[in-house]
């Protein structure tokens, strides 16, 4: 971070944007714990159907945490943009490794939005649906695999984020 009241800006961007950033990964990691299938146990059915059930509450219930976690990346990514890039930078991103992995970065947010929004909208009602039809198999599954292709998002994410956090952004040279 710089000096002063825009250093401290900065720092707090980047606080905030590290920890809603966490919750998004963390809140992730716990859903694909509830979607994925339970090894062979007595009455597995019924167990199999309360995680079901739980993993729809859960599911919904984020909803609008998960909201407020996305409106915080993106006000605190814009900060770190601003103080990081610049606005006279934007245009040249595509110039130096350090724009084309932000850009990366960007595009594979933009898609773990995308599958957020499809699991809201779309995948989540599906499986109450599916539940009140005593029929979550293949519901559960098309939750699941769009979990995991998040979650794949989100590990490359930080690898691009380490990646970044050794070059010199453009605003420091």
């Known amino acids: 971070a710089g000096e002063g009241e825009a250093g401290w ?9 590290l920890l809603a950033a966490g919750a998004w990964v963390g809140a992730l990691a716990a859903f694909l714990a509830l979607v994925l299938p339970r090894l062979a146990t007595d009455d597995l059915a019924a167990q199999d159907m309360d995680r079901v059930t739980l993993a729809e509450e859960a599911l919904r ?9 996305v409106a915080l990346l993106i006000l605190t990514g ?3 943009g601003w103080f990081l890039v610049g606005p006279g930078n934007i245009a040249s991103l595509g110039q130096s490794t350090y724009g084309l992995l932000l ?3 960007l595009l594979l947010f933009a898609g773990m939005l ?13 499986l ?8 979550a198999p293949r519901a559960q ?3 699941r695999a769009s979990l995991f292709v998040e ?3 989100a590990i490359v994410i930080l690898g691009l984020v380490a990646w970044l956090g050794t070059l010199s952004p453009p605003m420091s040279m």
């Open 103 to 105: 850009i990366a970065k």
């Open 61 to 69: 219930g984020f909803s609008l945490v998960g909201t407020i976690i």
């Open 114 to 126: 995308g599958l957020a929004a499809l699991n809201r909208y779309r995948l989540t009602p599906a």
């Open 128 to 135: 109450a649906q599916a539940i009140e039809e005593e029929d």
């Open 151 to 153: 979650g794949g998002l």
């Open 9 to 17: 800006l900065q720092l707090g961007a980047d606080l905030i944007h």
């Open 78 to 80: 814009t900060v770190n």
């Open 141 to 143: 599954a098309l939750l």
